[in-house]
């Protein structure tokens, strides 16, 4: 299998749905992408293709912490997506990999995520408590993680994180 990841074209659009309804139990997360598209917030959209077929997606748009005038530039990471039947074949580690450089590169100070506490603190995300902030949503602390892309970027930093306005409908 030759897997290659690349940045999201118009032309994927469909496929990118096809990917999110397949690896999640309802269509949510689909039109979650499609919403937070259409919307018109900047994203980094990013696809795993094998063999010129879409398999993975992951996806990361701005998210605000509250109160704080610093400037910050936070990214959200979600969400993440592989297909059933090449998941556990290191995909999704290659998109987050992928998705965390491409944020890099582009200046921003930090990712947050809500996921399994097993799967991303390989990436270098920690529980964001550590730093004081937490999420708008009423999660347990150690699902909520945040990976710092500059160096004590969130020092002295604390709050809420606010996602985009789409994510209320999940």
């Known amino acids: 299998m030759t897997m290659a990841i690349r940045k999201e074209q118009d ?15 309802t269509e949510a997360e689909a039109n979650l992408v499609n919403a937070l598209r259409d919307s018109g917030t900047p994203f980094i959209s990013l ?7 879409i398999v993975g997606h992951i996806l990361f748009t701005p998210v605000e912490l509250t109160g ?5 530039t936070l990214m959200g990471l979600a969400p993440m997506a592989v297909r059933p039947g090449f998941q556990r074949k290191g995909i999704g580690s290659q998109l987050v990999r992928a998705g965390v450089e491409n944020c890099s590169i582009q200046g921003y ?14 990436f270098g995300f920690v529980p964001s408590v550590k730093y004081g902030i937490k ?36």
């Open 68 to 72: 704080d005038n610093s400037g910050l």
């Open 47 to 53: 696809l795993a293709e094998a063999d010129e077929e």
């Open 109 to 122: 100070d930090a990712i947050v995520v809500l996921g399994h506490p097993e799967y991303y603190p390989k």
């Open 135 to 170: 999420s708008e949503y009423d999660v347990p602390d150690e699902v909520f993680m945040v990976l710092e892309l500059k160096e004590n970027v969130l020092k002295g930093k604390s709050g809420i994180i606010r996602f985009h306005a789409a994510f209320g409908d999940l």
């Open 11 to 25: 032309s994927d659009k469909e496929s990118i749905w096809k990917v999110n309804a397949e690896a999640f139990e």
